[in-house]
């Protein structure tokens, strides 16, 4: 079945998102998270590559401060179940990124931190490091 799913994305949506750029402008949230959700079903399989591939050029056309807004929201229910002092409570693992997700958000926040200008870096940072120590840690 997901690979269904990602044939029809690969032939539907790629096409559009290469060609009717200003089809996708405020709904940019919408297409990063169920991309990355696609990626989450579609771990371990082959063609999975597809989504990667098509996320990372979405990211390309996304304002930078946006795109990593998006991503750290994206990531925060990682970053707390990694981060909690509680062991015997745990959040709601349905909720928690997968691991082929969390690897596609890393690439797709190292693309777009490159673009930040100082500003926003420091605006970010805070949520930037909590991020980096809680991924380096695992």
């Known amino acids: 079945m997901i690979k269904l799913k990602i044939e029809a994305f690969d032939s539907g949506m790629k096409p559009l998102m290469r060609h009717q750029k200003p089809y996708f402008a405020g709904h940019e949230s919408a297409v990063i998270k169920s991309l990355l959700n696609l990626r989450g079903q579609a771990s371990g399989n082959p063609i999975a590559h597809v989504v990667d591939d098509a996320l990372l050029n979405f990211i390309e056309l996304v304002d930078s401060d ?73």
């Open 66 to 138: 946006l795109g990593t807004n998006i991503l750290l929201k994206y990531v925060d229910l990682y970053v707390e179940e990694r981060n909690r002092y509680d062991e015997t409570q745990s959040l709601s693992s349905s909720k928690v990124p997968q691991m082929s997700s969390l690897v596609l958000t890393l690439k797709c926040l190292a693309v777009l931190i490159k673009k930040l200008s100082i500003a926003e870096l420091n605006f970010n940072m805070s949520h930037i490091a909590t991020l980096i120590i809680t991924v380096r840690s695992c």
